[in-house]
C-alpha cells in the first residue's frame, strides 16, 4: 500500500502490529509510544520528512483515548496534574512545530536532537533504578508493589497540588510543573509527541510521584496537545509548498488503531505490574531508541 504523502509502501498490517506492541508496554508508564513509533517511520520505513512529526500527533490523538478511559474508570486519574500538564505543555508545542519546521527539517540534525532528549530521559530513569530515593517529608514509609488503589485530589493552587494514593499523600509545587511542562512541550512539539508523553518520566524522577498517578495525566496531556500539534502543522502546509508538512493522515490511523488497542489493554494491565518493572522497560525502550539516533546501533 503507498502513502503519497509520506513516500513509501508498506503493507497496511504492519503499522496496526508495531503499534499494538509498542504501546502496549508504555501505557503502562504514561507514555502513548510515540517516542518509538516516530524512529520506526524514520529509520524502518524511511519517512524523515517534518511530516512524520505531525503524522506521529495522529497517532496519539487515535491511540490515547483508550488508555485514558481505563484510567479515569478505575479512579487514578489526577486531574490537577492532568491540568497542569495540559496549561504548560500547549504553547510549548506550537513553539516546538515551528521550531521543527524552520530549524531541524533536515533529518540527521533532527535524530541529534532527539537522541540527546532521550538520552537525558533514559538516564534519568536508570539513576531512578538504581537508587533507593527517601520518602518525602510527610509520607507514610510504604510503597506498594503494584498500583491497587484509587486517586483522591486534596488541594490545588499555584503554589502546590496534591493527592492521595493507596494511603499514602504527595504533593508537588504547581508552578514548577508548569514550567517543566512548557519545556517539554516544546521538546515533544519537535519530536511529534505532543508534549506530555515524555513528561512521565520526569514526574517520577523529578518530583517522586507514583508511576501508577502519573500515567494518566501523562497520557491525557499528550492527547490534546497532539490536537492542537497537528492541527498547527496542517494550517501551516499550505506555506511551505516545497516541504511535506502535513500528516499522511491514512498512515497516522493505521498506526493509531494499533495503538488504541494495545493502550487499552497496558492501562488495563497496569495495576499488576510491579512499578521498577515498568520503569526498567521504559527505561531500555528510551536508551535504545536514543543510542540507536547516534548510530551506536
Known amino acids: 500500500m503507498f502513502f503519497p504523502v509520506a513516500e513509501v509502501t508498506v503493507q497496511p498490517w504492519l503499522p496496526p502490529l508495531v503499534a499494538f506492541g509498542i504501546s502496549f508496554f508504555t501505557s503502562m508508564g504514561g507514555v502513548s509510544g510515540a517516542f518509538l513509533i516516530l524512529p520506526f517511520q524514520v529509520s524502518c520505513l524511511g519517512f524523515d520528512s517534518p511530516s512524520v512529526s505531525a503524522t506521529n500527533h495522529i497517532f496519539n490523538i487515535v491511540a490515547i483515548p483508550s488508555g485514558v478511559y481505563r484510567y479515569i474508570r478505575e479512579g487514578r486519574m489526577v486531574w490537577p496534574l492532568t491540568w497542569a500538564v495540559i496549561i504548560g505543555t500547549l504553547p510549548g508545542v506550537l513553539i516546538g512545530a515551528i521550531v521543527r519546521i524552520k530549524y531541524l527539517p533536515d533529518p540527521t540534525v533532527f535524530k541529534r536532537f532527539a537522541a540527546v532528549v532521550l538520552l537525558y530521559i533514559g538516564f534519568r530513569l536508570v539513576k531512578d533504578l538504581l537508587r533507593q530515593a527517601p520518602l518525602p517529608a510527610g509520607k507514610i514509609p510504604r510503597r506498594p508493589t503494584a498500583g491497587t488503589g484509587t486517586v483522591t485530589s486534596t488541594h490545588f493552587s499555584w503554589k502546590k497540588l496534591g493527592f492521595t494514593y493507596d494511603e499514602v499523600s504527595y504533593q508537588a509545587p504547581t508552578l514548577s510543573i508548569l514550567a517543566l511542562s512548557a519545556i517539554v512541550g516544546i521538546i515533544g512539539g519537535v519530536y511529534g509527541i505532543g508534549g506530555g508523553a515524555i513528561i512521565a518520566p520526569f514526574f517520577v524522577s523529578f518530583f517522586g510521584l507514583p508511576v501508577y498517578t502519573v500515567a494518566g495525566a501523562a497520557l491525557m496531556g499528550t492527547m490534546l496537545t497532539s490536537v492542537a500539534g497537528v492541527s498547527f502543522f496542517q494550517i501551516m ?17 493505521l498506526f493509531g488503531l494499533g495503538g488504541f488497542a494495545g493502550m487499552y489493554c497496558g492501562a488495563r494491565l497496569q495495576k499488576f505490574v510491579p512499578a521498577r518493572l515498568i520503569k526498567s522497560i521504559l527505561s531500555f525502550c528510551i536508551l535504545y531508541t536514543g543510542l540507536h539516533y547516534l548510530g551506536l546501533f
Open 237 to 253: 502546509a499550505p506555506f511551505y509548498p516545497a516541504m511535506a508538512i502535513a500528516p499522511d493522515w491514512r498512515l497516522g490511523l
